[in-house]
């Protein structure tokens, strides 16, 4: 299971000259060594414990270990030298400039678009903001990165993200789909080409090893609500000791795409007519391979997962016996496609497109 950890914090205040940050005293303040930046998702990387515990349907429901004790909260960025330092007449100095560099993101959000449209910027299936040469602080705040003072629970929390499609894109009247969906579809629901989803995370191999084993899946986008629009998410599947578990959770996987999906793409298409027979297979086991169905698969209220879960033994992936039956999760705020929109996805558009 890959962790992809996204930019957020509590806010340090600074004064810059030259590229350089000269932190200002803290007057009238009870602890003068503690900064609000303490408080950060960067620091506290909450955000991961909040999902994983049992109060909030987590994984410690089939693990039954505290976070405190497992090896998926080791990433932190506990001091401003982290981000910020550079050395300047072979003296270390803190840098806005350092802080802005791609290399800096790049030590803890590993964005696989981000390095393929490096690589490839003339491909047409490369993320268009990436393809253009944006910078990840083109788009995230500073207040995004160093926090605002607020202990908050999940990047996915509300007031937390300052970033939007229509921070740039302004005039989203003009867009068809939006005036169609009534504001009422996330951007990223038409123009995200790609989410990859992490299948049967090991949780045996983790304990024991220290070590992630999960098989990628891709050509699968899950639709779900969260913040009162259909948004895209992500597919996390679970196994620990005989035991499974389904997560769904909003993401944005920063593979943007200029051209939207067509209303074939999502509406009366043949997973819907699986979905309502009760046949759908997202992923299942074939000629010894895990093989999945592609394109949209909204996540419907009420539906029963029929997933293949797998066990890892001597670096081979073998289907589990009799796996018990998975719990489910909605993480990051989210919840189901409801019977009504169900309904509505499964209605033929008139549309051309």
Known sequence: MKKIILMTGAFLTFHSLAGVIFLPAQEGTQNPDKSFYEKSLH?????????YSKENGGLERI??????????????????????????NGK????????????TCEKCHDIESQAFARKNPGNKTADVHFARGMKCMDCHSVREIHGDGTSYDSI????????????????????????????????????????????NCHFDTRIKEG???S?????????????GKVTVASLHTFVYQNKTMIVFAPSFPHSIMKEGRKCRDC???PVLQEIKTGVLKPVFWENGALKNANGIIPVAE???????????????WVPLEKPAEPLLNYSGYCKPITKEQLAKLAKPQSGKS
């Open 43 to 51: 620091y506290t990387n909450r955000g991961l414990e909040y999902w």
């Open 156 to 199: 996915h929390s509300a007031g937390v993200l300052d970033t939007s499609c229509e921070k740039c894109h302004t005039d989203l009247s003009k867009c068809p789909s939006n005036a169609v969906h009534n504001g009422k579809v996330d951007c990223s629901a038409c123009h995200v080409r790609e989410m990859p989803s992490c299948y």
């Open 211 to 213: 070590k992630s084993v």
């Open 302 to 316: 009420g539906l029963k997962w029929d997933f293949v879960f797998l066990n890892y033994i001597n670096g081979r």
């Open 92 to 103: 270390p100095v803190y840098s806005v400039d350092a802080a802005k560099a791609e290399k």
């Open 63 to 88: 693990i039954g270990i505290p976070f405190s004790e497992i090896n998926c909260g080791k990433c932190h960025v506990r001091t401003c030298d982290t981000c910020h330092v550079k050395e300047v």
């Open 267 to 269: 509406h009366a298409t």
């Open 215 to 227: 098989i990628p899946l891709k050509n699968m986008l899950f639709l779900v609500n969260h913040g």
